[in-house]
C-alpha cells in the first residue's frame, strides 16, 4: 500500500511537470531551504539607477508577491561612480526560481509593466553588465532573517576556499559552531548562502546588518576575543579552509524589502 501511494504521488508531480499546471508558492512541496539569486548590477550613471529601481517596483516585485518572493537591494557605503545596485532575491525553493523564469517570459502583466524598461535604445542602456551568484541556503540558517528597520549597514562578505572539501568544512564550521556565536556577539545575520553557479567558486557569501559602523566594529571585536572562537578556530579540521576574504559594506535602498 505504501509503494502505491508513493507512486502515485511520483504520478501526480509528474503530471504538474507535464502539463505545465500553475504552481504558486500555496502549493509547492514544502522546502526547508531557501534558494538565493544575488546580482550586482554595474549602472552606466545619469538616470539608470532610478529606470531600474522603476522596473523593480512596478514589474518585477508584483510578480514576485505571486510566488512569495522577496527582494532586497542595496547601494554601496563608499557610493563608487558609476554606481552599483547589489540585489537579493530570496526564493522559497529552487522550484519557484525555475517556475519564474517562465513566467518572465510569458506573465501578461509583468510584460506590460516591463515594456518601457526593455524598449529603453541601446544607446542608453541602464546596466554595463550584472553578475549573478544563484546559492543554497545553509542548513544552520535556513531561511532568511529580516534585519530591523533600524538597519542603517549591511556587510557582505565572500569567502574562497582553495577547493570543495575546504569550502564544504568551512560551512561545517558556520553551522555547527559559528552561527550561534554570531548571534551572541551581536553578528546579526540576514542570508547565509553556499554558491552553485557564480564567479570565485568554491565559496560562500553571507550578509550581517548593524545599526552603524561603530557597532559593527565593536560586535566583530567581541567575536575575535571570545573563547568559543579562539577555540573552534584552533581546529584541524577547520585549518586553512578559507582562502580569501571579500568585504563590501552597502546601505539599504528605500524600495528594498529586506
Do not use: C
Amino acid at each position: 500500500m505504501q509503494r502505491r501511494n508513493f507512486l502515485r504521488g511520483t504520478a501526480a508531480m509528474a503530471a504538474v511537470t507535464v502539463t505545465g499546471s500553475s504552481l504558486t508558492a500555496n502549493n509547492l512541496p514544502a522546502q526547508d531551504n531557501e534558494f538565493y539569486e544575488f546580482r550586482v548590477y554595474q549602472l552606466t550613471g545619469g538616470g539608470a539607477k532610478s529606470t531600474l529601481k522603476s522596473y523593480f517596483a512596478e514589474a518585477l516585485m508584483p510578480l514576485f508577491s505571486k510566488y512569495g518572493i522577496k527582494l532586497g537591494a542595496f547601494e554601496e557605503l563608499d557610493k563608487e561612480d558609476p554606481p552599483k545596485v547589489y540585489t537579493l532575491f530570496v526564493y522559497p525553493s529552487a522550484e519557484v526560481y525555475f517556475k519564474l523564469q517562465k513566467e518572465l517570459t510569458s506573465d501578461k502583466n509583468y510584460l506590460a509593466a516591463a515594456k518601457s524598461y526593455f524598449e529603453l535604445p541601446m544607446a542608453k542602456p541602464v546596466f554595463e553588465r550584472y553578475e549573478t551568484y544563484l546559492m543554497e541556503a545553509f542548513d544552520g540558517i535556513p531561511k532568511l532573517k529580516f534585519p530591523e528597520k533600524n538597519r542603517g549597514l549591511l556587510e557582505l562578505r565572500t569567502y574562497e576556499s582553495y577547493n570543495e572539501d575546504a569550502a564544504r568544512r568551512k560551512i561545517a564550521m558556520f553551522n555547527d559552531e559559528e552561527l550561534p556565536l554570531f548571534e551572541k556577539v551581536g553578528l546579526h545575520p540576514v542570508f547565509f548562502g553556499k554558491i552553485l553557479a557564480g564567479k570565485l567558486m568554491p565559496a560562500l557569501i553571507y550578509m550581517l546588518w548593524f545599526t552603524d559602523m561603530e557597532q559593527r566594529e565593536a560586535n566583530w571585536k567581541k567575536f575575535g576575543e571570545s573563547p568559543e572562537w579562539k577555540a573552534m578556530s584552533g581546529k584541524a579540521i577547520y585549518a586553512d579552509t578559507v582562502s580569501k576574504v571579500r568585504k563590501k559594506f552597502l546601505t539599504p535602498t528605500d524600495y528594498s524589502q529586506i
